[in-house]
């Protein structure tokens, strides 16, 4: 068996974090400058059944056998197994790589499954599709934050603009005019199965108020749709700061996120708002094409540990 090896974009939300969790449509859009890779290896000297997983990021050398049962990187390994119905894997060894902030929003953890499973399955001789990878990265996040909504591995297994609504059939969004993001990194961790569990225990205590916030999201994500595809994306600017309004009325954001969403909009973005969990993580500003390099340099001024500026081609 050759070796086989997978990547996976990352991912950022445009517009609908965790009003998405409650049913409300979101937009996210995959960020290809960074990526997740997995390559599998056959170990012909190794006896049958022993799988090496290999994470420099993460310090990790391991058998797959000595990771516990619920790590997430054996789960992705153990999904691909039981969807294909194999008992065991062939000797190899799995090694991943990722330049996807880890806890930051950009989807780190379901790019690295999805990679993963890519490789695994491809490597066995069954390539899956991408809808079929997004269901086993699925199976894996629920791992992770207990109620994902589904966004992320949608977003990244099918690796276009999507327009997602849980249990809805996948809507792939045609993006008109390329637009530029400057995305900048809090430094901040952001814990998202913590902020989902919070958001969701407000809710409980204020359902009314919640479900108001969630739909006024919803609204806008399904606004920023049109305006994606009619071409006039300028205008996306004044609903991210709305929706950034909604998210700190939710109690997700934090002071780190809004100095860098206050110093990319004196720096002359369009629009800024937090992207994913919250609590820190990343934020991201829209900007004219330009102007890019000027905010992102604004936003180190402001605290931010990274930039990247990234622009969403035009599709479809
Ligand atoms: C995380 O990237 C986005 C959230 O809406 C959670 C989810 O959709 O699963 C906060």
Redesign the pocket.
């Known amino acids: 068996m050759p070796a086989f090896t997978a990547t996976a974009p990352g991912?950022i939300?445009l517009f609908?974090?965790?009003?998405?969790?409650y049913g409300e449509p979101?937009l996210a859009v995959p960020i290809s400058d960074v990526q997740a890779r997995a390559t599998i290896q056959a170990e012909l000297s190794a006896p049958p059944g022993q799988m090496q997983i290999i994470a420099p990021d993460i310090g990790l050398k391991s058998s797959l056998h000595d990771l516990a049962e619920d790590h997430p990187l054996k789960r992705a390994v153990q999904e691909v197994l039981d969807h294909l119905d194999i008992p065991a894997p062939p000797a190899c060894s799995l090694t991943i790589n990722s330049t996807i902030p880890i806890a930051s929003?950009m989807?780190s953890g379901a790019a690295v499954s999805t990679a993963i499973i890519r490789a695994f399955s491809g490597f066995l001789g069954h390539p899956l599709p991408a809808e079929q990878v997004s269901k086993l990265t699925f199976a894996v996040?629920k791992i992770h934050?207990g109620?994902?909504?589904?966004?992320?591995n949608t977003v990244i297994a099918c690796e276009q603009p999507v327009f997602y609504q849980k249990g809805e059939p996948l809507q792939i969004v045609s993006i008109t005019q390329p637009f530029t993001l400057v995305i900048a990194h809090t430094g901040i961790s952001s814990p998202?199965g913590e902020?989902?569990g919070s958001v969701r225990q407000a809710w409980k205590r204020e359902p009314d108020r919640y479900e108001d916030l969630f739909s006024a999201v919803g609204k806008i994500a399904r606004e920023a749709r049109i305006i994606l595809e009619r071409g006039t994306t300028v205008e996306l600017g004044p609903l991210m700061d709305e929706n950034q309004a909604l998210l700190e009325e939710m109690g997700?954001s934090s002071p780190e996120l809004e100095a860098l969403i206050q110093g990319a909009r004196a720096a002359g973005a369009l629009g800024a708002k937090l992207s994913?969990?919250?609590w820190g993580g990343n934020m991201l500003a829209l900007a004219q094409e330009e102007q890019a390099r000027r905010i992102a340099r604004a936003l180190t001024r402001s605290g931010a540990t990274r930039t990247i500026i990234n622009r969403v081609e035009s599709s479809g």
């Open positions: 991912k939300i609908g974090e965790h009003a998405v969790v979101a929003g989807g996040e934050h109620t994902p909504s589904g966004i992320d998202t902020v989902v997700v994913g969990g919250g």
